[in-house]
C-alpha cells in the first residue's frame, strides 16, 4: 500500500507498520526508530532557521549531538550545517512533513525525550524504577542534580502536572551522566564526554525496537510485544466517526497516524465505512502553545475544529444530518509580527459539504492521495 500527496514530488510510500497505528505510539515509534535521535541535530538546520521556541535550545548541546552522531557513523555529513541537513533529511524521510521543521525544536525541548522515556516504559510494562536506559524521574537543583522534590510541588502536581516530565518539579534524569545522575538535557555522555542531549540513551531506545543489542534483547521484546498488543485493526464496525488532525503535528505527525488509519479503515470497510478525515493546514499539536510568539503569527487553533466535529456527530446522530466527506480544510495564519492580530473567520474557514476535487481526500484501494 502507498500514500501520495496529489503533487507526486511530495508522495511517500508507507512502511508496512505504518498501516496498523497505535494512537500516539507511533511518535515514539518513529522518535526511537530515527538513528541515534536525528531530531536533535535537525534543529539546527538552516531549513528550521526562525523555529518559535528558539529560547529552549542549548545550541553548543545541539552542535555536540551532531558531532556525536557523525562520530557514531549515523551522520556521513562533516561540517555542522552538513550535518544538520542531513539529520533533518533522515527525519523527512521517516515521514515526518516538511510543515513540521520549525517545529521540531520547541518539540524536541519539551516532548520528544519525553515520550520516548514514557512510551517505552508504558509498551515494556516497566517501571520507572527500572531506569530504563538508564532514565528516572526526579526534581533537580538549577544546575541539574538531584534533590529532594519540594513538598509544595508534589502537593498541586496532581492538578497542573499533564504526567509527561517536564512537568511541576519533576525532569528526565539520566542515571548515567559523566559524574552522576543529572537532568538529561544538561547530562553528560559516557561514550563521548559530551553534553550532546544524552546520544547514548537516545541509542539505547532506539534499540528497543531495532534489538540490535544482544545485552538489551529481553527489554527490546518487551517493548516490541507491547506495541504489538495495542495495534488496531482499522475496522469501526460501520460506526460513524471524524478524525480532524494538523497537518504540522510534530508530536503525532499524520504520516504516523491519522492517514495511515484512515487508509486502513477504508480497506477494511470499503464503501460501509463512515468514517471522515479531516486535515487541517496551518495546525498543529499544542493549541496550548499559540500565545507564544511565533506560534501565534504561524499556526489557528485546531480545537476549532474539535468542536466543529462534535457538533457535526451531534447533528448526524440526533437528526440525520450528513458527516463532511474526507477533505483538506485550508486555513490561513494570522501572520504579522506577536502579538498576532485576532482571529477571525478567514483564518479558520469551515469544512465543505462538497468540497471541491482539489482538496478531496481520496484512496483507491492501494493509495491514499492527500491534497497540497
Sequence with gaps: MSASHSDSSSSFHSRPTD??????????LETVSTPGGATGAAVLSARAAGSPGALFL????????????????????????????????????YGWEPESALLHLSHY?????????TYSN???????????????????????????APAAAIATIFGTG???????????????????????????????NLPDYNIDGAICQRELWTGANRDRLRDSLRVRFGVAQV?????LNRKPAIIVHGRNDTLVPVNFSSRPYYARNQQVEGRASRLSYIEV??????????????????????????????????AHLANGAPLPPSQVVRTTPRGGTSPAPALTPANVPAWSLNPPAADRITFDGTTLTIPD
Design 231 to 235: 495495534q488496531k485493526t482499522a475496522d
Design 58 to 93: 542549548i545550541a553548543p548541546f545541539a552542535q555536540n549531538r551532531c558531532a556525536s552522531l557523525a562520530a557514531k557513523g549515523l551522520l556521513a555529513s562533516t561540517t555542522l550545517a552538513a550535518q544538520a541537513d542531513e539529520a533533518l533529511d533522515k527525519l523527512l524521510a
Design 122 to 148: 508504558s509498551y515494556g510494562r516497566f517501571s520507572v524504577a527500572d531506569n530504563l536506559c538508564g532514565f528516572s524521574f526526579g526534581a533537580v537543583d538549577a544546575a541539574g542534580t538531584p534533590i529532594a
Design 109 to 117: 525541548a519539551l516532548a520528544t525525550p519525553a515520550i520516548a522515556m
Design 281 to 314: 493546514t496551518n495546525a498543529q499539536h499544542f493549541d496550548a502553545f499559540l500565545p507564544i510568539a511565533g506560534f501565534d503569527t504561524r499556526y489557528v487553533p485546531l480545537h476549532v475544529y474539535f468542536i466543529r466535529a462534535v457538533d457535526a456527530m451531534y
Design 162 to 192: 499533564n504526567g509527561i516530565p517536564p512537568t511541576g518539579a519533576i525532569q528526565i534524569i539520566n542515571n548515567d551522566s559523566v559524574g552522576g545522575p543529572r537532568r538529561d538535557a544538561l547530562s553528560i555522555s559516557p561514550s563521548t
Design 19 to 28: 498501516w496498523r497505528p497505535s494512537r500516539c505510539g507511533w511518535t515514539w
